[in-house]
């Protein structure tokens, strides 16, 4: 069995990489991040390249490819902790098109798709790109419920990370389909490996060029041990949440326990990985000048939207359990 990626996939990531690495360094982030303003031309290149509609049918006017592909742009745009409403949009878009209702998807996946709309998603308490978007996907515990703009109350929200526009929601609306959340929950965990991998190739980069005592810091134990562990959270996270957006797709019965394996491990790499990042870059980690704080700041309100680490190892156990009891062998009484 081949687990790499097909080579069309690895042509979407050379390049969404390559235009990423163009159209968003960090300098741009932290233009948009001051300006407290998304990079609307960064979104508009996005949108034509159809990439907001990656995992949604033609039908819709979506490219008809799956959750790993739009997975891989995901990973991407954590990578370069770009600016853009696309985490929020190309999902809600996915979540319509795999969970919503005729009149769900024919109100608002093709406007989803084309760009002329964006979307917002996340909990009541804290909600990514919601201030702008035509419609909202909040998740409450396992349940997703689509709120459209005009049904919400919306106030804006300063949240520890400004590369990203957040919102509190109140309002009523629909529910989503089964799958929605586990959806939801791999598109945020794919996001996070990139967030994680961008965060141990700066720091390996560092450690190789800054030098002690007349040698590089990378040598020292303590700092080589630091970024054997970041690799380790980042592979870690990495397969996890490929195997969630494969089933998404593939194995749609062994989402639930794929999802709570991808969001534990994305949630606890997340945090782990950025904060080493940090660490690793010595004094200059920890100034605003270093772009470093951007990827841990993206981490910690990623990990918080999926839940955290420790209400999934929880899922986990319970579905584990689940299985085993089923495959228990019953005898007869007396």
């Known amino acids: 069995m081949d ?40 979104w508009r290149e996005l949108v034509e390249l159809g990439w907001p509609g990656i995992a949604v049918s033609p039908a819709a006017g979506g490219q008809g490819l799956g959750f790993v592909e739009l997975a891989v742009l995901l990973e991407e745009l954590g990578y370069a902790c770009a600016a853009t409403p696309f985490l929020s949009t190309a999902t809600v878009a996915t979540l319509l098109d795999a969970c919503g209702s005729a009149e769900q998807r024919e109100r608002w996946l093709e406007r989803l798709v084309s760009g002329e709309a964006t979307a917002g998603l996340g909990a009541r308490e804290l909600a990514a790109d919601a201030l702008e978007a035509e419609v909202i996907v909040l998740l409450d515990g396992e349940e997703a419920q689509l709120v459209a703009r005009e049904d919400a109350e919306v106030r804006p929200f300063s949240a520890i990370d400004p590369t990203r526009r957040f919102a509190t929601v109140a309002g009523e609306g629909e529910p989503l389909g089964q799958g929605a959340v586990a959806r939801a929950r791999v598109a945020l965990a794919a996001e996070v490996v990139g967030v994680c991998q961008r965060a141990l190739d700066m720091t390996v980069e560092y450690v190789k060029d800054r030098r002690q005592f007349g040698v590089p810091v990378g040598s020292f134990q303590a700092v080589a041990h630091r970024c054997a562990q970041m690799l380790l959270h980042t592979e870690s996270a990495r397969s996890a949440a490929y195997f969630a957006a ?11 326990e794929a999802t709570a394996l991808a969001a534990a ?57 689940e299985r085993l009891r089923s495959r228990a062998p019953t005898t007869a009484a007396g």
């Open 246 to 256: 494969w089933a998404a797709d593939a194995a749609p019965d062994r989402l639930a």
């Open 3 to 42: 687990f790499d990626f097909s080579d069309e996939q690895k042509e979407i990531k050379r390049v969404a990489r390559e235009l990423l690495a163009a159209r968003s360094p960090f300098a741009k982030v932290r233009q948009a991040a001051e300006a407290g303003a998304y990079d609307a031309g960064l």
């Open 265 to 321: 491990a994305g949630a606890e790499a997340g945090l782990e990985t950025s904060a080493s990042a940090i660490q690793a870059h010595g004094g200059i980690g920890f100034t605003w000048e270093a772009d470093v704080h951007w990827l841990f700041k993206r981490a910690q309100l990623d990990s918080w939207l999926l839940g955290g680490s420790r209400r999934h190892r929880a899922a986990l156990a319970r579905l584990g359990a």
